[in-house]
């Protein structure tokens, strides 16, 4: 097994901001709805003012990452032809994994399926207290399903001893922090082939550092209403999504003031949540490899991952099964947003059916023999 501690740093993690462009299509040849400006161009912009262009530059990706407009048939800022126009030319792209849902069985015949999972937006609708993020009993019972049938990883922003509570769930791996913080199911199981538990945790020696900024973040954040700073172990989140948009200056204010004080962590961004984690070059995506390295697959070709997520933080995975050519990536998501999933599902209550239908047909299969 490749030793996963050598980590290399990384202080240049990605920034990305997507700028709105009227009256193009989205997926047009001449054009795009959505600019994205380079990290390098980011960085220069944020280096000639340290104080204010950062925060700016943070404000400016916050309201881009937090879209007013909805599905077609909803109240949108576009003209409705537009607005159908472009989802149906994004769902031409990535189609519901519901509707290629035969197609998706047919790939996996002959191969061990691998089932990735975020939590929130996925198993868990977004809510405004992410501490009341819980999963319906219906949803448990389709991951229990699944987990019965495939190897099935919940891979979380979160701390990974709190959305174990949330899922409650023994015979499951759990990556919490972005995948820093794995552990395995503690007994032997049918589908870890190496028969050995799992215990992985990518950054250790930072722990102090991230207490440390966790405890200043809820000091500076204690006057800002609705402001919620959630100490993730390995990463520390501020949700801002109950922020008056007015005090999103100063939440950003915050955050970057603080972090610069700490150069070997970085700042990202997911749905309505600034994190700080360490610069260190592991995501979802390096935990998805080292859970089917973990699993016994490493290059196998009888292997089918499928990473379901919402996040752009659930990119990192997506772009590693592209890269692979192997498995599939969906995305959760019920607008359109760049991605490099292959499908699509509009909602939790879609991963559930989508969960369930996975599970009668591997009952039918098996019946079949």
């Known amino acids: ?5 050598a980590l290399i740093s990384d202080a240049k993690g990605s920034i990305g ?22 990290r390098k161009k980011l960085v220069q912009k944020l280096e000639t003012d340290p104080s204010q262009t950062r925060t700016h530059s943070w404000i400016e990706a916050m309201r881009a990452s937090s879209p007013t407009r909805t599905r077609p048939g909803n109240i949108s800022s576009l003209p409705e032809s537009d607005e159908e126009d472009e989802y149906s030319s994004w769902i031409a792209q990535h189609p519901s994994a519901l509707t290629m849902f035969e197609e998706i069985a ?3 015949k002959g191969k061990q399926i691998v089932m990735f999972l975020d939590y929130d937006g996925t198993l868990s609708p977004i809510v405004e207290n992410p501490d009341r993020a819980y999963m319906s009993d219906e949803m448990r019972e389709a991951v229990k399903g699944v987990a019965r049938y495939f190897p099935t990883a919940i891979v979380t922003g979160r701390c990974r001893d709190k959305v174990r509570r949330f899922v409650k769930l023994p015979g499951l791996y759990y990556a919490g922090s972005h995948g820093m913080d794995i552990k395995g199911p503690s007994k032997k199981t049918k ?7 799992v215990l992985f945790q990518a950054a250790n020696e930072f722990l102090p550092m991230i207490d440390q900024v966790s405890k200043c973040l809820v000091e500076k954040m204690r006057d800002i209403e609705g402001a919620n700073v ?18 999103w200056g100063l939440v950003a204010e915050h955050v970057t003031s603080i972090l610069s004080e700490y150069p070997k962590l970085r700042l990202t961004q997911g749905r309505k949540v600034l994190e700080i984690r360490p610069t260190i070059k592991w995501d979802k995506g390096k935990a998805l490899e080292f859970l089917l390295e973990s699993l016994g697959f490493a290059n196998s070709n009888d292997v089918l991952p ?6 752009r933080t659930d990119e990192d995975a997506f772009k590693v099964l592209k890269k692979k050519g192997q498995g599939f990536g969906i995305l959760v998501s019920k607008v359109p947003k760049e991605t490099s999933a292959t499908y699509s599902l509009q909602e939790p209550s879609e ?7 996975l599970v009668e047909w591997k009952q039918m299969s098996l019946r079949g023999r």
Do not use: W
Request: some cysteine; hydrophobic content about 30%.
């Open 1 to 5: 097994m490749t030793n996963h501690n």
């Open 17 to 38: 901001v997507a700028v709105r462009v009227p009256n193009q299509s989205l997926f047009s040849p001449g054009g795009s709805r959505y600019i994205s400006i380079p």
């Open 106 to 108: 047919e790939a996996s």
């Open 191 to 197: 589908h870890n082939k190496n028969n050995k538990g």
């Open 230 to 247: 959630e100490n993730n172990k390995f990463c520390v989140s501020v949700h801002y999504r109950c922020v008056d948009q007015k005090d």
């Open 306 to 311: 499928i990473y379901i997520g919402d996040d």
């Open 351 to 357: 991963v559930g059916e989508f969960l369930q239908r």
